[in-house]
């Protein structure tokens, strides 16, 4: 099997089957498709039994992971699946009809490609705000780098919910750290992808953008709070902050320099944003690098 395409999933009853239906309405069908339940509470491992049972001639898979995180149950989907490639995707992300076909595309003429990352357009559930600039957008989880194929530069790399990496590069340099990363309800540390694909990005291995192999990122009313927005932008410093740590105390002292020219950057484009009567975004961007930055500077509470 060439590509694996993994869903993990946790209570996610109102959009799971959509998100099924469009891997299931590929256009090129030769993939396994396997959806990990991270031991929901909710309908999901109902729903995605009767989807199974309603597409008897797909190649699709339920398997369960009773350890909570996201990593344990992308680990569980490396271990349960069988292809060459494996293909992340988010359960509120809905794939291209054209998605597989396009990857097959990239691959058969570039063969040494070892890790890609998709474009992730987000999908309001009402209309995005005049506030989410597009330097902040990526708290919704997007990804857009326009619409060439180009490498991931300057320390940037796929995100999870379209990410693809080819087997052996967890044989080479191990699977997702379990200590990090979303564990069900409890969303304060992430940075595990960033933490997974430093580990060679930049060093040994160059990582693809690939423009047409596309999903739709779901962007509920209630990740456009300010609560949401606060919490979000915290999570991302702090997850920096225990990342940088676990390596060793010149990461952090690294990452902390970073976030002041981060810093700078936001002012400059806080008067951009001010002069183009645009306050909006130019606030919510000085508050986004706030939180960030209480996030990455607090004292940690061990």
Known sequence: MKLSIIVCTYNREDLIEKCLTHLAN?????????????????????????????HPGENIRLVFEEKKGLCAARNCGIKNSTGEWLAYMDDDAFADSKYVENFFTFIASHPQARVCGGKITPYF??????????????????????????????????????????????????????NIGFKGENRTISSDEKEFFLRFIGKEIQAYY????????????SRLTQEFF???????????????????????????IRELYKWCASIVLWIYYMLTFNPQAANKLIAFRYWVSKGLFQKSNK
């Open 230 to 256: 606060v919490g979000q932008s915290l999570t991302i410093g702090t997850s920096e902050r225990v990342r940088a740590k676990n390596i060793s105390r010149y990461e952090f002292i690294t990452s902390c």
């Open 26 to 54: 590929q256009t090129c069908k030769d993939f396994e498709l396997v959806i990990v339940n991270n031991n929901s509470t909710d309908k999901t491992e109902e729903i995605c039994k009767t989807f199974i049972q309603n």
């Open 125 to 178: 559930e009402s209309k995005r705000p005049k506030w989410l600039s597009h330097y902040i957008l990526p708290i919704v989880t997007t990804l857009d780098k326009g619409n060439k194929i180009t490498f991931f530069k300057h320390r940037s790399y796929p995100v999870g919910a379209n990410m693809l990496v080819h087997r052996e590069m967890f044989a080479k340099y191990g699977m997702f750290d379990e």
């Open 210 to 221: 690939l423009p047409n192999v596309c999903v739709e990122h779901w962007v509920p009313d």
